[in-house]
């Protein structure tokens, strides 16, 4: 299995907070785009954020980009500069025309607006405008499942991630938000059993950072620590040093950003990330796993020689004193400039991989999504294993993160954090939403015993949440038909129940003539409540029709939810 | 095995039916192809055993309705006025072995359904979602004038009915509503139109009956513990009252019943017992439901298994 060792799935809605605001839109100032659409990108993003647990429509997002952008005196200057029939030009003639453009043809709209802009804009040394909208388009996804889902099509169904959970907070009074970040990402494991393994953020702002770690590590199906100290905190702080002793007791490992870009809170906290600071609490607990994220920056190892003073440096000298120190090469996209860099950085990295010490201390990751500002995963994945050797890559992605992790293999046993994850994945047997790989499978058979295993998971788009006829079908049914308990284990739980199983159920144990007015009371609610939620009924589909059709649904126990959901949408349908 | 069969077939008792059911086509023909009616029906085929003995047989239920008035489906208190023509029975291949009746009836029904939609918006994640307008469920009243005719499949005893049925169901049984009985109460004058039974009793009077019948459905389960969501409690009370039938039946206590019955059924939902096991129920019950004729105490289980 080989594993993304550093990743994100949350999405920008996911860790909004006004300290967030102001971090993502300084991150997008970086960026290397027109000024004129980046002032209008952080414009709007601002104004969609600042709505708080709204819906983030990406599609509106786009449109006033656009609209802010070519009505702007600037653009209207450059559009002059072109040609009469110029595609652009005719394309951007009459506003209302945007109306018509869907998600896809407004980005690359905004792509064409910035290649125009780009030539004329002194300041945008490249104007790599596809993939700043790219990565925003990632950012603003309405879920955590759909970031999630975004990436693990990239994958084989042999490639695993590690998704890191992002606590960006002033004094942790946004909880609600964090924990539906955690429950959210956590939700990610039942949807990709055996194939993710979340960190928990720690961040020593927010008071009830150790409770909500350990109780993320025991029972959520989180494997490890995410620091970002950056953010704002010490890394040598009481507070950390109690998570490092449960860590280092219990073999949790620990990822924390480390190189001198990213997010910050401010340029004096960009330091916190120092790995120099690390000497002194790897004294105190040598046996504790630590990765350093992005080894320090991609930077120092582009150069002929790793300088004798720097990040990555300091990182190879902790690792000759501590067994439980690695590094990660996520988002490093200096090499992917070419020429001399590209030859020094993989020179490099051989080097690195030929000598015991670190050989085996090094782990394959993409940063995901952020790295998207670069490119997509699915290159940098090609890009690293078109450069490394097949056993250099499969040391990196393979072999170290299996031990970092602490899955079972054949020199080891399952660390507690992967322990508590086998448990975890197997009380939730019945919310999995795809097939789990082998390791998972025996694993589960190893700690539950020879006849134990996971049912067969995934309903796809015959339960799908995306489908409104299912989702009002489920609502319907939690109004009134589900008990609190299988409300609790979730939509697509809920598919895999029967109809037997909901409060109406009583066929057989009542007179045939109460159970017949009970039909015809559960066909008029349920069609009420479609009508009313706006649904329509299908060509060749009338009232009358409707409710005879659901009386014969609801009038057999075997029928699964799933397959009642899949009868409904025949007969309904939502714009 | 075939000739058994058609050995078993009473033709002369099929015989009288042929007209009948070729007149219920032809009427219901030119009904069928309007669009505003509807039709349902089932036909299904089976073995009829009666006294140890057994015979084929098929049971139909058609139904010819039509929703004369209704009000909006959106809002609250959906209502409607409906007529309907239905005929409902077995036919088996030996008449003397069926004591299913042949029921037809014609009748108006008008509802009230006691519900309103709540208004929702959809939330980003699975299952997640906010209720913008709320509603209600407090049931479904239902009230029925219906006149009919029944008989038995030799034809030998034939009545004319008329009579009102109200009906009240809630399909929700959380919280307090989980105490409130489902009910329907059906009064039937029952006119004789020829009863060789009665004849041989020296009796022929027109009658009286009344139906009421009340369950519930407790979800005790949930009440007592998490992991036991699946057990329910039903309880179901059925009387039977016929009045103006003739002396014999009156001394022969078959002008009353009752019928009691309480039940546990456990669904194991999503994973069956043993892997096949889906659901289980154990019922005792008390009295009779007619036609059946004696009173009795049973204890019934039953299991679902290698359902689909």
């Known amino acids: 299995m080989r594993i993304n060792c550093h990743a994100h799935v949350f999405n920008a809605k996911s860790v909004f907070t006004s300290e967030t605001l102001e971090i993502l839109l300084r991150r997008i100032t970086e960026m290397e785009i027109p000024a004129l659409i980046k002032t209008e990108l952080t414009d709007q993003l601002g104004k969609i954020l600042s709505k708080a647990g709204d819906y983030v429509d990406e599609e509106t997002f786009f449109r006033n980009v656009v609209k802010k952008v070519s009505s702007s005196k600037e653009f209207k200057d450059v559009l002059k500069t072109l040609a009469s029939n110029d595609t652009l030009k005719l394309e951007l003639q009459g506003g209302a025309a945007l109306q018509d453009y869907a998600v896809e043809g407004l980005v690359r709209l905004l792509e064409k607006v910035g290649d125009a802009i780009g030539q004329e804009d002194k300041d945008a040394a490249k104007a790599d405008i596809g993939d700043a909208l790219a990565f925003l388009r990632i950012a603003l996804q309405p879920s955590i499942r759909h970031v999630t889902d975004i990436l693990m099509e990239q994958l084989t169904l042999q490639d695993a991630v590690i998704p890191l959970v992002m606590d960006i907070t002033h004094d942790g009074s946004d909880e609600k938000l964090l924990e539906k970040q955690l429950a959210d990402t956590s939700a990610q494991v039942l949807a990709y059993p055996g194939r993710i393994f979340p960190f928990v953020a720690v961040n020593t702002k927010r008071p009830e950072h150790f409770s909500i770690m350990e109780a993320a590590l025991a029972g959520r199906g989180f494997v490890g620590v995410k620091l970002y100290p950056s953010l704002g905190y010490s890394v040598n702080s009481p507070e950390m040093f109690k998570v490092y002793a449960y860590c280092e007791e219990r073999g949790v490992p620990i990822l924390m950003h480390c190189s001198e870009g990213g997010f910050y809170y401010s340029d004096e906290t960009r330091t916190n990330s120092d790995p120099a600071l690390w000497a002194a609490i790897l004294e105190k607990h040598p046996n504790l796993k630590i990765c350093f994220g992005h080894f320090g920056g991609a930077t120092y190892l582009t150069a002929a020689e790793i300088p004798a003073s720097c990040w990555t440096r300091t990182i190879l000298d902790l690792m000759t004193k501590f067994n439980g120190v690695y590094a990660d090469i996520a988002y490093h996209s200096e090499p992917m400039d070419g020429g001399t860099g590209e030859q020094n950085y993989f020179k490099n990295l051989s080097v690195l991989l030929q000598t015991p010490a670190y050989r085996d201390r090094l782990l394959f990751g993409t940063d995901y999504f952020l790295s998207r500002q670069r490119l997509t995963e699915k290159i940098y994945w090609k890009y690293f294993t078109k450069h490394l050797s097949e056993n250099e890559f499969r040391q990196i992605s393979e072999d170290n993160p299996q031990r970092y992790l602490g899955l079972p293999g054949e020199t080891q046993k399952a660390s507690g954090p992967i322990a508590n994850y086998i448990r975890f994945v197997y009380q939730q047997r019945g919310s999995l939403l795809s097939e789990s790989p082998a390791w998972l499978k025996n694993a589960i058979k190893e700690l539950y015993g020879p006849t134990a295993s996971l049912p067969k998971p995934s309903l796809g788009a015959k339960w799908s949440w995306n489908n409104k006829v299912h989702a009002y079908f489920y609502v319907f049914l939690a109004e009134g038909q589900l008990s609190d308990q299988q409300k609790a284990r979730g939509f697509e739980a809920v598919g895999m129940l029967k109809l037997r199983d909901l409060a109406y159920w009583n066929k057989g144990f009542e007179a045939n003539e109460i159970w017949n007015l009970k039909l015809k009371a559960m066909a008029e609610n349920l069609d009420s409540f479609f009508c009313a939620n706006g649904g329509g009924y299908e060509k060749k589909q009338d009232t009358a029709k409707a409710i005879a059709a659901l009386q014969k649904i609801f009038n057999n126990a075997s029928t699964y939810i799933h397959e009642a959901g899949e009868a409904c949408d025949a007969i309904y349908h939502f714009a | ?308």
Do not use: C
């Not at chain 2, 309007?34 to 055993?49: E, H, I, K, M, V």
């Not at chain 2, 049931?139 to 499949?153: I, K, T, W």
């Open chain 2, 1 to 308: 095995m075939q000739s058994i069969i058609l050995r078993k077939i009473n033709w002369g008792a099929m015989l009288p039916l042929i007209p009948a059911l070729l007149l219920l086509l032809v009427v219901s023909g030119p009904v069928l192809a309007a669009d505003s009616w509807d039709f349902n029906y089932r036909f299904q085929p089976g073995l009829l055993t009666a006294a140890s003995e057994w015979t084929p047989a098929l049971n139909y239920d058609v139904k010819i309705s039509k929703v004369m008035w209704s009000q909006p489906e959106k809002q609250a208190f959906r209502k409607y006025l409906s007529a309907h023509v239905a005929s409902r029975g077995a036919l088996a291949g030996d008449a003397d072995l069926n004591n299913e009746p042949l029921l037809a009836d014609a009748g108006f029904t008008t509802a009230i359904n006691l519900y309103r939609p709540p208004i929702v918006s959809l939330g980003d994640q699975p299952g997640e979602y906010k209720t913008v307008e709320e509603g209600f469920n407090r049931g479904r009243l239902s009230f029925s004038l219906l006149a009919g005719y029944e008989s038995d499949q030799t034809l030998d005893n034939r009545n004319l009915t008329g009579g009102a049925e109200v009906g009240y169901v809630l399909t929700e049984n959380q919280g307090f509503k989980a105490l409130v009985p489902s009910i329907f109460v059906g009064y039937d004058f029952v006119f004789n139109d020829h009863s060789d039974l009665e004849q041989d009793l020296g009796d022929k009077d027109d009658s009286r009956r009344v139906r009421v019948f009340a369950s519930w459905k407790l979800p005790v389960g949930q009440w007592i513990a998490e992991t036991l969501g699946g057990l329910n409690a039903h309880f179901d009370l059925r009387y039977y009252k016929s009045d103006g039938l003739s002396k014999a039946y009156r001394d022969a206590d078959q002008d009353e019943a009752v019928y009691k019955a309480a039940a546990l059924s456990y669904s194991f939902g999503t994973e069956p017992l043993w892997g096949v096991v889906n659901a289980v129920y154990v019922r005792l019950s008390n009295g009779r439901i007619p036609p059946v004729t004696n009173d009795d105490t049973t204890v019934t289980v039953g299991l679902t298994v290698w359902e689909r």
